[in-house]
């Protein structure tokens, strides 16, 4: 079992920036990729960002490249989102997933076998 505790969101003004922080526990040393996901009320989550915690290769949706950095930190055993230049439409629920080396597929898609409990990011305009 891995546990995953996010932290950092919060309020912040339009072409403001934010650094989310999610720290696992238990079981990491299966951990083949850390991700970002969102939810906006009335939307579905969707991915955001995600790194692979062997070598360190990232992968983003579109809409965040060039704003939204991920990193990892294997010995803290934590995955960071840094989040430049938010807008009103990145205001959402972010949650922290984890995904193990066993589950099959790239270290950014489906199946994610662990999820934090959310933490969330209101930008106003």
């Known amino acids: 079992q891995v546990q995953l505790v996010e932290s950092g969101g919060g309020l912040v003004q339009a072409g403001g920036s934010l650094r989310l922080s999610c720290a696992a526990s238990?079981?990491?040393?299966?951990?083949?990729?850390m991700s970002w996901f969102r939810q906006a009320p009335g939307k579905e989550r969707e991915f955001v960002a995600a790194?692979?915690?062997?070598?360190?290769?990232?992968y983003y949706t579109d809409s965040v490249k060039g704003r939204f950095t991920i990193s990892r930190d294997n010995a803290k055993a934590t995955v960071d989102l840094q989040m430049n230049s938010l807008n009103p439409e990145d205001t959402a629920v972010y949650y922290c997933?984890?995904?193990?080396?066993?589950?099959?597929?790239?270290?950014?898609?489906?199946?994610?076998?662990?999820w934090g409990q959310g933490t969330q990011v209101t930008v106003s305009s």
């Open positions: 997933a984890a995904k193990e080396v066993y589950s099959g597929g790239y270290y950014y898609s489906p199946p994610y076998d662990y």
């Open positions: 238990g079981r990491t040393f299966s951990t083949y990729g």
């Open positions: 790194v692979n915690w062997s070598d360190g290769s990232t």
